[in-house]
């Protein structure tokens, strides 16, 4: 039986109150991605209150990523996803390099974390897809072209073995930020050659089966990301004026 909404007290912070009353109609009722939800007109009238506090939470809850509006439908439970987070993020640490220092760090340690569940997978074909990437940044390299494509295929594709989709949307996440911030703070990359090769010691570790040999890689990999942050705080150059 569908658990009902209840009414709600008219207070200044009624949209609040409406987006985790939805929230909760949601987890009372075991909802899943795709089922549909009341219509606004139903949710006014449920938890007494104006229609247009309905829409304006409906908006909210629509941007986080919890439900979806569907024109000519109606409203529907949105899959998880972290991609919301991403818009905010990006934003938020072009304002502060030590900021984006320490989302490097927290992508460090996940994914040097994550090394020893992710090796077992590494079977040899995965490791020749990890070879073809690698050969794909010396390529572009060498034409003097951006290897960000690759760069962002490459981690995905070391732990998208492990299954573990949280894992690939943190990654795609911390990655996206990270170059957007760069592109922001003008961190060239001035030599593409040593990112190409560092990215093929990581295959080189793995293929030795040696957890320690690929965390003690991608760490080289990340101190030379680290190294481009600290030369720019050195310069004190102020984000967005770069030129």
């Known amino acids: ?37 009341p219509s606004e007109n139903s949710l006014s009238q449920q938890l007494g209150v104006s229609r247009n506090s309905v829409r304006e939470s409906v908006q909210s809850l629509a941007s986080l990523g919890i439900i979806e509006v569907r024109r000519g439908s109606g409203l529907y439970v949105k899959g998880f996803s972290l991609q919301p987070i991403i818009k905010n993020l990006s934003y938020g640490v072009l304002f502060d ?32 897809t990890l070879d073809d ?3 794909w940044m010396r390529l572009l390299a060498e034409r003097g072209e951006p290897l960000v494509e690759p760069d962002r295929q490459f981690h995905l594709e070391l ?18 930020t990270l170059r957007n911030a760069l592109q922001h703070v003008n961190i060239a990359d001035s030599n593409p050659l040593r990112t190409a090769q560092l990215h093929g010691a990581v295959v080189d570790a793995a293929r030795s089966g040696d957890a320690e040999q ?21 310069a004190r150059t102020p984000i967005g004026e770069e030129g």
């Not at 200044?12 to 109150?17: H, S, T, V």
């Not at 320490?102 to 994550?114: A, C, F, P, W, Y």
């Open 1 to 37: 039986m569908e658990k009902p909404l209840r009414k709600l007290a008219a207070t200044p912070l009624i949209n609040d109150q409406i987006q985790e009353a939805i929230k909760q109609y949601i987890l009372d009722n075991h909802l899943q991605a795709g089922d549909k939800l």
């Open 97 to 128: 390099l030590s900021e984006l220092e320490d989302l490097l760090q927290v992508r460090e340690v996940l994914e040097n974390g994550m090394v020893h569940v992710a090796l077992p997978y590494l079977a040899e074909d995965r490791l020749r």
């Open 133 to 135: 990437i690698v050969a």
């Open 159 to 176: 732990f998208r073995p492990v299954g573990n989709h949280i894992l690939l949307q943190l990654q795609d996440i911390f990655w996206g």
């Open 214 to 234: 690929v965390r003690r890689a991608l760490s080289r990999h990340y101190e030379d990301i680290k190294d481009r942050l600290r030369r720019m705080k050195a």
